[in-house]
């Protein structure tokens, strides 16, 4: 019988959590520069790719053989800005969860291949090991409501605050501090999910919202067990 939420029912313009954890729970994110690296691959696939200006670059006499090798697989690699669109995310050391929309139905699968295959090889390289970095095949499951959509990022950001040091700084990485401290990024899109908070009453804002517990009935089906 498949695993939960392996079977994956995508749709366009559809809401999804995605998630997947290493072979056997082990690490995925071992250290700093691991989740670092992951995040750049992340900016690289989702920040529009400008072209022309890596063309002109690439035409540049004066830069050296090993900046255009930097240029030539930027231009190679792929790109889904305006195919997905990111909400929320949170890198644990032997897992990850994404929220993400996809705009056309193949849209999630080529970039989960992508950005898989890609840190894997990073990874493997690092660590001098051979084979598959995940346990399986990852998970994406269909998000059908606006109260699974904000019970999601809630679910999301308190994973990566229950590892918090004594700052917000030290928590895992995730998207958490774009959500509160108004700061923003071109790559990460919580713009939906402030529709339904306050930015004046604390009572009613997105932080209030996730120190809350977490109603996990409604969302049950759509996180990892």
Request: charged share 25%.
């Given at each position: 019988?498949?695993?939960?939420?392996?079977?994956?029912?995508?749709?366009?313009?559809?809401?999804?959590?995605?998630?997947?954890?290493?072979?056997?729970?082990?690490?995925?994110?071992?250290?700093?520069?691991d989740c670092a690296v992951y995040l750049n691959y992340l900016k690289e696939y989702l920040l529009p790719k400008d072209e022309q200006?890596?063309?002109?670059?690439?035409?540049d006499k004066t830069i050296s053989y090993k900046e255009k090798e930097k240029i030539i697989k930027l231009l190679r690699l792929n790109n889904f800005s305006g195919e997905i669109s990111l909400l929320?995310?949170?890198?644990?050391?032997?897992?990850?969860?994404?929220?993400?929309?996809?705009?056309?139905?193949n849209s999630i699968d080529k970039f989960m291949q992508s950005i898989s295959?890609?840190?894997?090889?990073y990874f493997?390289?690092?660590?001098?090991?051979?084979?598959s970095l995940s346990q399986s095949v990852y998970r994406a499951v269909l998000v059908t409501t606006d109260e699974q959509l904000l019970h999601l990022t809630r679910y999301i950001h308190k994973q990566?605050?229950?590892?918090?040091?004594?700052?917000?700084q030290e928590i895992r990485p995730s998207s958490y501090l774009y959500?509160?401290?108004?700061?923003?990024?071109?790559?990460?899109?919580?713009?939906?999910i402030f529709t339904h908070f306050s930015q004046k009453n604390p009572?009613?804002?997105?932080?209030?919202?996730?120190?809350?517990?977490?109603?996990?009935s409604l969302i049950r089906k759509l996180i990892l067990d």
């Open positions: 019988m498949p695993g939960k939420n392996v079977i994956k029912l995508y749709v366009e313009n559809g809401y999804y959590h995605i998630y997947n954890r290493g072979v056997e729970k082990r690490p995925i994110f071992v250290d700093k520069q200006t890596l063309r002109n670059r690439l035409a929320a995310y949170c890198l644990m050391p032997n897992h990850f969860h994404f929220l993400v929309q996809q705009k056309s139905l295959t890609r840190y894997t090889m493997n390289r690092k660590y001098s090991r051979v084979g990566a605050l229950a590892s918090q040091g004594e700052t917000l959500y509160i401290t108004k700061g923003k990024t071109e790559w990460v899109h919580p713009e939906i009572t009613f804002s997105y932080e209030n919202f996730v120190k809350q517990e977490n109603d996990y």
